[in-house]
């Protein structure tokens, strides 16, 4: 994720979006403003935000943002597999979208503009206009990734669930690897380290696949609907770092199944030199 906080394309498009939620909080006190008052404030919060996203702490609110983000996902789609939220069964042939989706949590980014905005509004009295976002009030981006027409949010909660075991069916496939070493005899040890192998690089052709999805727009995720110009941007950041990371696990996974491969294949030669070996009659004069 850290590329994000160095895109300047999404940086240059954060402070309207961070204004339009201060902004937004108290209409009618916006309503006493003067038009000229109101836009040399508006043209003093652009800057003031604008000079706040240059902070040395940029990069942190990134990362604050992206584990908001991955929090409240993570627990909406808990609370989908709970009950706690309610997501009633699609009518027979209609669509299941009901529930979460993605949503960029930006609080992070306003509260670096806050001081700034303070200097901003506070000789003007309008540091009222600020109460929400500094009470904590939510700044939002919905991302509809994934798009609940293509993955239902349903899917995902379910897919959650069972990916928390993860560890553990690695653990049983490696245990599983290792009893068939060692119980296998002779050429069975090779041929089950090949087989270890061959599965281990179809697997990291599997992953890779998925990150070539990632890159190409992410059909399977679902990135369908009509997105604002920002959350558009995220969501193409977003995929393209996660493309890159999952890059990374289909080549380890590439690497560990080349030397099991490497490894079953030199015991294979081993045990068919041994058993020749073995064949060859033994000359007792």
Not at 16 to 38: C, K, M, Q, T, V
Not at 156 to 161: G, I, K, T, V
Not at 187 to 213: D, E, H, K, P, Y
Request: proline letters at 5%.
């Amino acid at each position: 994720m850290g590329p994000l906080a160095e895109d300047r394309s999404i940086l240059d498009m954060l402070p309207d979006r961070i204004i339009g939620a201060a902004l937004g909080n108290d209409d009618e006190l916006l309503d006493l403003i003067p038009d000229f008052l109101s836009e040399s404030l508006r043209n003093g919060m652009d800057t003031a935000i604008s000079t706040a996203l240059q902070d040395a702490d940029l990069k942190q609110a990134w990362y604050e943002s992206i584990d908001l983000t991955r929090t409240d996902y993570v627990t909406r789609l808990d609370m989908v597999t709970s009950g706690e939220i309610a997501v009633a069964p699609p009518n027979f042939g209609a669509t299941d979208t009901e529930g979460p989706t993605m949503v960029l949590q930006a609080q992070p980014f306003a509260a670096l503009g806050l001081q700034k905005l303070d200097e901003v509004l506070s000789p003007v009295g309008l540091q009222g206009l600020l109460d929400g976002l500094r009470n904590g009030a939510r700044v939002e981006i919905p991302l509809n990734l994934p798009d609940p027409t293509v993955v239902s949010p349903r899917t995902m909660a379910q897919w959650l669930a069972v990916s928390r075991s993860w560890l553990w069916f690695f653990v049983g496939a490696g245990v599983l690897a290792l009893a068939g070493v060692v119980v296998a005899r002779g050429r069975g040890r090779a041929i089950a380290l090949l087989t270890g192998a061959a599965a281990l690089m179809l697997l990291s052709r599997f992953v890779g696949s998925v990150a070539a999805n990632a890159r190409s727009g992410g059909e399977a995720l679902g990135l369908g609907g009509e997105l604002d110009p920002l959350a558009s941007l995220v969501r193409d950041r977003l995929l393209a770092g996660l493309s890159v990371h999952i890059d990374q696990r289909a080549e380890w996974l590439w690497s560990a199944g080349l030397v099991t491969m490497g490894v079953g294949a030199v015991v294979l030669v081993i045990m068919i030199l041994l058993s020749r070996a073995r064949s060859q009659p033994v000359d007792h004069r």
